[in-house]
Each structure stands twice: as structure tokens, then as C-alpha cells.
């Protein structure tokens, strides 16, 4: 798979965001090596406090609206320029999806280094492959950029913005 092609899919929706003033995550959802849905960040414009509608949660639910009829869904891969968070990674192991592959790292809110071992069967049991940091430096340059705007008011002060900044 080409890992570099789908990210930059995922990249243009986190620019779309961006332009919209949301917090710039995308993310594309693979499979048979074609993009078959799609979804970005909504709800933070203005510091809105909307929590729910992730990238990967969207991009889910766009998923699911289709009703496509895919017999082995660890087939399906998600590509997300930010580390998913656990409400999204728990999302996303519950959907059977195989793979995430992510390009920045989620300092402050990352899910995927959680140990599924530990956790109940129905998380514990689930085989995933993770794969970080493709075209990472792209998405952190678009996360600086959104973190430098004074108009942009969500997660500012946090351990991301600061880690972010830093870098």
C-alpha cells in the first residue's frame, strides 16, 4: 500500500479544516487500496467544545452510511494526520478495522499506545496494526500553523499546542 498517497489525502482534508477554521484533522478510510470515504475535524470554530466529531468518528460514520458489505473488515485501513484519541481508537477497534496509520503524534490525547491486554475481551482481543509518522513533518507543519493563529482558540495553552510550538 502506499502508505504517502493516502496521507496526503488525509493532509488536503486536514488543509480543508484549516481553511474552515477547524482543527485541522482528516482523515481517509482505505480499502482494496481506494479511498472510500472521508471526513475532517468539525464543531471547534469559534472554541466550540464539540468532542465528538473526530475526523475518524466522521469518516465512521460516513462509513457505515454506505452499508457496504465487506466480509473482512481488518482489510480496511484509516489514515489520520493526528494520532487517534482513545474515543476514536476504541472506534475504530470496534469497527474491525485493521490498520491505522497516523502522521503526528498525539502528545496529549493519543490512544494508540494503550495496552489492549489489560482491557476487557472485547477491546483486548482485537489485532490491530499501527503505524505512525508517515508524512509526519507536513502535518505538523499544518498543526504550527493552526497553533500561531490568534483566531484559533481550541487547545490553546495545552500540552499539544506547547509540544507542537516547540518542535
Request: aromatic share 12%.
Amino acid at each position: 500500500m502506499n502508505y504517502e498517497y493516502f496521507m496526503e489525502k488525509a493532509l488536503v482534508l486536514a488543509e480543508n479544516a484549516l481553511s474552515q477554521g477547524e482543527f485541522p484533522v482528516g482523515c481517509v478510510i482505505v480499502y482494496n487500496d481506494e479511498v472510500i470515504v472521508d471526513g475532517f475535524r468539525e464543531g471547534t470554530v469559534d472554541g466550540g467544545d464539540n468532542e465528538i466529531d473526530h475526523a475518524e468518528i466522521v469518516a465512521l460514520r460516513h462509513l457505515y452510511e454506505l452499508d457496504l458489505n465487506i466480509d473482512d473488515k481488518n482489510k480496511i485501513s484509516i489514515f489520520s494526520t493526528l494520532e487517534p484519541c482513545l474515543m476514536c481508537y476504541g472506534a475504530i477497534l470496534l469497527s474491525g478495522i485493521g490498520e491505522i496509520v497516523y502522521a503526528y503524534e498525539d502528545v496529549m490525547g493519543g490512544g494508540t499506545g494503550c495496552n489492549l491486554k489489560v482491557l476487557s475481551p472485547l477491546y483486548a482481543e482485537h489485532q490491530i496494526t499501527i503505524m505512525p509518522d508517515i508524512l509526519r513533518d507536513k502535518s505538523l507543519r499544518i498543526f504550527k500553523y493552526f497553533f500561531s493563529t490568534p483566531d484559533n482558540n481550541y487547545w490553546r495553552g495545552s500540552l499539544l499546542e506547547k509540544y507542537t510550538l516547540g518542535q
